[in-house]
């Protein structure tokens, strides 16, 4: 499977980007799938994740109420829709896949990922 993950950018505080990560080569229908996130000097760190099928999601408490993942199995895509940014939310993000349909808070637990997208958010 090979995840490319788009659409970070700059943005304000209190603004809104939505990241996409495409897969191809295998169908993401029955993987297991994570956001995670990493800033400058700091280890990477869990941000979201979604079962296949898409019935049950887990967030970080730093992201929860702000930020939704989603999935699309039909365009083998999933979605990171981030409102209301705050300068801490600055990092690059990436998204994995993981063998498993079920969500995974580790990122020891997902076997392939994209290349990242950085977000910036300005104060």
């Known amino acids: 499977v090979q995840l490319q993950a788009s659409g970070g950018g700059l943005v304000q505080t209190g603004g809104s980007l939505r990241l996409s990560c495409a897969a191809s080569?295998?169908?993401?229908?029955?993987?297991?799938m994570g956001w995670f996130r990493q800033a400058p000097g700091k280890e990477r760190e869990f941000v979201a994740t979604?079962?296949?099928?898409?019935?049950?999601?887990y967030y970080a408490d730093s992201v929860k109420g702000r930020f939704t993942i989603s999935r699309d199995d039909a365009k083998n895509t999933v979605y990171l829709q981030m409102n209301s940014l705050k300068p801490e939310d600055t990092a690059v993000y990436y998204c994995a896949a993981r063998n498993s349909g079920y969500y995974s808070l580790d990122d020891r637990a997902y076997n392939y990922w994209g290349q990242g997208t950085q977000v910036t958010v300005s104060s």
């Open positions: 080569g295998r169908t993401l229908r029955t993987y297991g």
């Open positions: 979604i079962t296949w099928g898409g019935g049950s999601t």
